[in-house]
């Protein structure tokens, strides 16, 4: 299950407040809101903020793909990767090695994103 990290001081705000853990981002961002009212006087957090917030917030989760979900019978999986962005570095080494694929093309690496299940 994913999970929802956020910090005040991660967009710059001198304030030791985090959220860690949450189970949504709309968990988060609702916490957030009673945060912002009660310890900064923010009764409505403008939409620009709302964007900034939402850029900063780290997910966290178990990454796992299998090559066989896109069709490719190599029996290659990663299971447990701690971000997407580290399962596509891992599977880019396979791909070459493997593979002989240089760089995988954008439709592949958007068929592979879509495949990727997150626990």
């Given at each position: 299950?994913?999970k929802y990290?956020f910090?005040?001081?991660?967009?710059g705000?001198?304030c030791g407040?985090?959220?860690?853990?949450?189970g949504?981002?709309?968990?988060?961002?609702?916490?957030?809101?009673t945060?912002?009212k009660?310890?900064?006087g923010?009764?409505?957090?403008p939409?620009?903020l709302?964007?900034?917030?939402?850029?900063a917030i780290?997910?966290?989760?178990?990454?796992s793909?299998s090559?066989?979900?896109?069709?490719?019978?190599?029996?290659?999986?990663?299971i447990?990767?701690?971000?997407?962005?580290?399962l596509?570095?891992?599977?880019s080494?396979h791909a070459r090695?493997s593979?002989?694929?240089n760089?995988?093309p954008?439709?592949t690496?958007?068929?592979i994103?879509q495949?990727?299940?997150?626990?």
């Amino acid at each position: 299950m994913m999970k929802y990290t956020f910090s005040c001081a991660d967009i710059g705000m001198n304030c030791g407040f985090e959220i860690i853990n949450a189970g949504s981002e709309e968990e988060l961002l609702e916490m957030l809101k009673t945060h912002a009212k009660m310890e900064h006087g923010i009764t409505s957090i403008p939409p620009e903020l709302i964007d900034k917030i939402k850029k900063a917030i780290r997910k966290s989760g178990k990454y796992s793909f299998s090559c066989e979900d896109i069709g490719m019978n190599c029996g290659f999986e990663i299971i447990g990767a701690s971000s997407e962005d580290e399962l596509l570095q891992q599977l880019s080494i396979h791909a070459r090695m493997s593979h002989k694929m240089n760089n995988i093309p954008q439709d592949t690496i958007n068929a592979i994103k879509q495949k990727i299940k997150v626990s």
